[in-house]
């Protein structure tokens, strides 16, 4: 079982990102997707996850960010717009069998991270 984030990088604020999460070796395709975020000195956050058709967002990115899954790329996406320098975080992809995004401990497969910054 493997995630790969990608898409990370470099941004002005109020410009846009969209990370992908590309997954591989899942015997089954009910697990939920997660998106959660970690800034230097701060504890690991949600941001959104999708399950069963259904997305979830934190209040911080609720408007701005969209995920979305192509199940045919077994891949999900978010989509981030109006992005803010405290969006600055490396952003982690995970796969759970029951949605979260307040217990990280649910999620059973990581990705490596991808690092997004957001100059003011």
């Known amino acids: 079982v493997q995630l790969v984030e990608s898409g990370g990088g470099l941004v002005q604020a109020g410009g846009s990102l969209r990370l992908s999460c590309a997954a591989s070796?899942?015997?089954?395709?009910?697990?939920?997707i997660g998106w959660f975020r970690q800034a230097p000195g701060k504890e690991r956050e949600g941001v959104s996850c999708?399950?069963?058709?259904?997305?979830y967002y934190a209040d911080s990115v609720k408007g701005r960010f969209t995920i979305s899954k192509d199940n045919a790329k077994n891949t999900v996406y978010l989509q981030m717009n109006s992005l803010k320098p405290e969006d600055t975080a490396v952003y982690y992809c995970?796969?759970?069998?029951?949605?979260?995004?307040?217990?990280?401990?649910?999620?059973?497969?990581w990705g490596q991270g991808t690092q997004v910054t957001v100059s003011s």
């Open positions: 995970a796969a759970g069998l029951i949605p979260s995004l307040m217990y990280s401990e649910f999620y059973d497969y």
């Open positions: 070796g899942f015997t089954r395709d009910d697990y939920a």
């Open positions: 999708i399950s069963d058709g259904h997305e």
